[in-house]
C-alpha cells in the first residue's frame, strides 16, 4: 500500500514532467500491472489535473482496456461455468479474476492476462472435453501424461479473442505443497461472488491470502509485481477481527504454509 500511496503522492506534487520521465513511469506501471489502479486513484483524488494530457491519456486508455477485459471475462466465464455446472462440475475462481471482482476499488483496477480455474482432479478428463466443445483447443494433456508432477492445463479459444483459461487441479506443482492442501476443503470454504452478469464461487480472504503469499514465495523475484504485493495488502485489510486472523493462523499451520505468510 506504501508503494502505492508514494506513487500517487509523488504523480499529484510534481508540477513539471518531461516526455523522457513520463514513458519511463509509464513503462514501470505496465510492468507491474499498476497503470488502471493509479489512474483510478489519481481521478478520485480529483488532482489527476496536474499531470500533463499526454499521461492522462495513457492512463485513462489502460484504465478502459482493462474495463473491456473485464467484460470479456465475464463473457468467458458465463459460458465455461455454465457448461460446467450443467455437466455436474464444481470450479473455484482464481487469482486476478476473483480479486477483481471482490477486493479491489473497481474492477478494472486489478489487470489479468488469464483465467484461472480449480477443478477437482478428477473432473479434469471431462472438463477438457467440454472446453473443446466451446471451441477451445488444449494446449496439452499433462493431466493424462504428467499429473503428479504439474498442476493446470491451458487451453486457447480457436476463433475468439478471448483469454486464456488454465484448469487447475493443483495450486502448486510442488509435492511438498500438495500434499498439505486439500482440495475439497477448499471448495468447502468457498466464498459466493456475483458480478451483476455472473455469479462464481472463489476461495475465501484466507485461503485467497495464503496461495497468493505461496504464489509469490514459489515465484522466480525477477519477476514480481507490485500488482501482487497489492493483493496480499488488500487480502491482509480483508481480516477484520482477531477471530480472522486466528483462522489464518490455524489455516496455514494446517497447511503448513506458515512460513511463506509470514
Known amino acids: 500500500e506504501n508503494i502505492i500511496k508514494d506513487i500517487i503522492a509523488s504523480l499529484q506534487n510534481e508540477t513539471e514532467w518531461s516526455i523522457e520521465n513520463w514513458e519511463i513511469l509509464t513503462k514501470i506501471f505496465k510492468s507491474h500491472w499498476i497503470s488502471p489502479l493509479v489512474y483510478f486513484k489519481l481521478k478520485n483524488s480529483g488532482k489527476i489535473k496536474n499531470l500533463p494530457s499526454e499521461a492522462i491519456e495513457q492512463l485513462k486508455k489502460t484504465f478502459l482496456r482493462s474495463k473491456i477485459n473485464i467484460l470479456i471475462a465475464e463473457q468467458q466465464l458465463k459460458e465455461i461455468l455454465y ?36 477443478l477437482r482432479p478428477e473432473d479434469i478428463p471431462k472438463a477438457r472435453r467440454i472446453m473443446e466443445k466451446l471451441g477451445y483447443v488444449g494446449v496439452d494433456k499433462r493431466y493424462s501424461l504428467c499429473r503428479d508432477f504439474s498442476k493446470d492445463e491451458i487451453f486457447l479459444h480457436k476463433t475468439r479473442r478471448y483469454f486464456m483459461v488454465e484448469l487447475h487441479w493443483h495450486l502448486h506443482r510442488f509435492s511438498f505443497v ?59 485489510k480483508a481480516l477484520k477481527t482477531s477471530e480472522d486472523w486466528n483462522r489464518l493462523w490455524n489455516r496455514c499451520i494446517q497447511q503448513k504454509t506458515l512460513i511463506p505468510v509470514i
Open 178 to 236: 500438495k500434499e498439505n492442501i486439500d482440495i475439497d476443503d477448499l471448495f468447502e470454504s468457498a466464498i459466493d461472488v456475483e458480478t451483476g452478469l455472473i455469479e462464481f464461487k472463489a476461495f475465501s480472504s484466507i485461503d485467497a491470502l495464503i496461495h497468493r503469499a505461496l504464489s509469490i514465495y514459489l515465484s522466480d523475484n525477477q519477476s514480481l509485481r507490485v500488482i501482487w504485493l497489492y493483493d496480499l495488502f488488500l487480502l491482509t
Open 83 to 118: 457448461s460446467f455446472k450443467n455437466s455436474g462440475i464444481d470450479a473455484l475462481v482464481l487469482k486476478g479474476v476473483h480479486l477483481a471482482f471482490t477486493h479491489y476499488p473497481h474492477s478494472a483496477t486489478r489487470p489479468f492476462s488469464d483465467i484461472d480455474l480449480l
